[in-house]
């Protein structure tokens, strides 16, 4: 992969991909960023992924709702997605009960997730408490620690695409991109798609 400037904004690189990740690496760094502008400590949020122009094609209606350039989009690229948040999620204890909760119509092309978390290096994982509240103290007081925004698509064609920002590195040219960088998230999406 090969990075190229991306037009819509110049200040972050844009990676040059097959044509049929594409769509999805812009997909999901557009949820990402849509995300990023409400700051930090959100909530899970998730979203449907759908095939601009077959959903135009299917309701030409929708043309006067999407913003014009994601219409033109569409036109210019059959596997433009586009992503629309899911609220009233159903009550969760966890991630993977809200994930396995979550099911989707066929009209549905692909899912994606937003979640944040504290990561530690290995090392202080290792050290860690087993006690859960003694475990929630040590990990939100740990020198190390980093918080991470991570967004997370697959499609059911098997595709997935992943976007991690860190809240030490907050500007939309540090966040990392890759097809399987948060592979247990990436399985999980895909269940709900099955």
Same mark, same amino acid.
């Given at each position: ?9 110049? #200040?972050?690189?844009? $990676? ?6 594409? /769509? $999805? ?9 849509? !995300?990023? #502008? %409400? ?12 095939? #601009? ?14 913003? /014009? ?11 433009? $997605?586009?992503? !629309?948040?899911? +609220? ?7 991630? +993977?009960?809200?994930? @396995? ?12 997730? !937003? ?10 994982? /290792? ?8 475990? $929630?103290?040590?990990?939100? @007081? ?25 809240? /030490? ?6 966040? @990392? ?6 592979? %247990?998230?990436?399985?999980? !999406? ?5």
């Amino acid at each position: 992969m090969t990075e190229a400037p991306d037009p819509a904004d110049s #200040t972050a690189p844009r $990676l040059v991909l097959p044509p049929e990740e594409q /769509a $999805l690496a812009d997909a999901v760094r557009e949820i990402e960023r849509h !995300v990023a #502008t %409400g700051g930090w400590d959100g909530p899970v949020r998730v979203f449907a992924l759908v095939e #601009t122009a077959r959903a135009l094609e299917t309701d030409p209606s929708l043309a006067s709702q999407l913003p /014009a350039e994601v219409v033109a989009a569409a036109r210019r690229d059959p596997r433009h $997605l586009t992503s !629309v948040e899911q +609220e009233d999620l159903p009550p969760a204890d966890d991630i +993977e009960s809200l994930l @396995g909760a979550l099911t989707w119509p066929p009209t549905v092309d692909g899912a994606a997730i !937003v979640l944040e978390r504290v990561v530690l290096p290995p090392a202080a994982e /290792a050290t860690m408490p087993a006690d859960p509240d003694a475990a $929630l103290a040590y990990l939100l @007081g740990h020198p190390d620690r980093q918080d991470v925004r991570m967004a997370v698509a697959a499609m059911r064609d098997g595709r997935a695409w992943c976007a991690v920002r860190t809240r /030490a590195n907050d500007a939309d040219d540090a966040v @990392g991109q890759g097809r399987d960088v948060v592979p %247990g998230l990436i399985d999980a !999406v895909r269940a709900t798609l099955s």
